[in-house]
């Protein structure tokens, strides 16, 4: 078992003292919207739920149940788009980027601007760096991959599908500045806490303006 499986199976058993996170089976077939003839499931979005603001009273993020969008950024040397982040739209009233689970390509999908000018369903998957593991879709090799669970608390299995890997499913969410990428629209990118996760800077679990949260495919 390598290090980082290592990390993530230690980090697991911490998250488990108050979610215990069982990861689904069945590949596509057991998400919402599965269509047995193509081997997809969706398209649906991902939502920010139970997001955790520890500097507001009442614990509450302005973003609870905001969908996903893409964000593209290009570059030196890039002809067209070829990479970017899957992240949370500012106000739950921005278009969506719809994603998908394809089980040809054994992964998740999302419809995200490509090339020049146009949109394809391309992988999206989680970057390798440890306290930099975002949600992106263009990473080839150098990522993990997106795993799905279904959560449980004192036994009792809640409503819903959550996103992470390797057990585990928190993610931190914090608000970035607009950019071409995202229509020069405010977004909040996404990152899972797994092992070594902390700011490389201080030390801390979590950076100024970031929270905790669970994310959750819609429909689920």
């Known amino acids: 078992m390598s290090l980082l499986a290592i990390g993530f199976s230690l980090l697991a058993a911490v998250e488990a003292a108050a979610v215990v996170p069982i990861q689904t089976t069945g590949g596509c077939s057991n998400l ?6 193509t081997g997809i499931a969706g398209p649906w979005t991902i939502t920010v739920d139970q997001c955790q603001n520890t500097t ?13 969008r893409a964000v593209y950024f290009l570059q030196q040397g890039d002809t067209g788009i070829e990479k970017g982040y899957i992240g949370i739209v500012d106000r739950i009233d921005r278009a969506k980027n719809p994603l998908r689970c394809n089980d040809a390509t054994d992964s998740f999908e999302a419809n995200v601007p490509s090339g020049v000018s146009g949109y394809e369903w391309k992988s999206v998957n989680i970057s390798d760096y440890p306290y930099s593991a975002v949600l992106m879709w263009g990473l080839g090799e150098y990522s993990l991959p997106i795993q799905t669970y279904h959560h449980y608390q004192d036994g009792v299995k809640q409503d819903g599908i959550f996103l992470g890997s390797h057990n585990v499913t928190t993610w931190g969410i914090q ?3 607009g950019s071409a990428g995202s229509s020069g629209n405010p ?6 806490l797994g092992p070594n996760s902390e700011n490389p800077s201080n030390g801390e679990p979590l950076s100024d303006g970031e929270y905790r949260t669970f994310i959750r495919i819609d429909r689920s």
């Open 56 to 68: 507001a009273t009442d614990n509450a993020c302005s973003m609870e149940g905001f969908g996903n």
């Open 187 to 192: 977004y909040w990118l996404l990152r899972l």
């Open 32 to 37: 919402p919207l599965y269509d047995s003839k």
């Open 175 to 177: 608000q970035q500045s």
